[in-house]
């Protein structure tokens, strides 16, 4: 593909929208499912609140895994 310039391939002025777009798309998409990316757990208080009675109650840690979408697979945890 030629551009309007004549030149093969992208100019970087042609660039600059897409990255500030891309750069607006990636702050936003991180406020919503934060920045720590698969490595952070967030709860609730109340989940945390939740946790907590359970496993006073004794529940069992499958149970408590299971209930915050964890696995525990060759006694490594993963997201299920």
């Known amino acids: 593909m030629n ?7 992208c100019p970087p002025k042609r660039w600059h929208p897409l990255e500030r777009r891309w750069h607006t ?7 919503f499912l934060g920045d720590k ?3 952070v757990l967030e709860l609730s208080a109340k989940e945390i ?13 499958e149970h408590v895994l ?3 979408g964890l696995v525990v ?3 490594v945890r993963a997201a299920a």
């Open 49 to 61: 609140e939740k946790l907590e009675q359970e496993i006073r109650a004794g529940a069992p840690t």
């Open 73 to 75: 697979v060759g006694g």
């Open 37 to 39: 990316g698969r490595d």
């Open 3 to 9: 551009w309007p310039n004549g030149e093969s391939r």
């Open 66 to 68: 299971d209930s915050f």
């Open 25 to 31: 798309l990636n702050e936003a998409l991180k406020s």
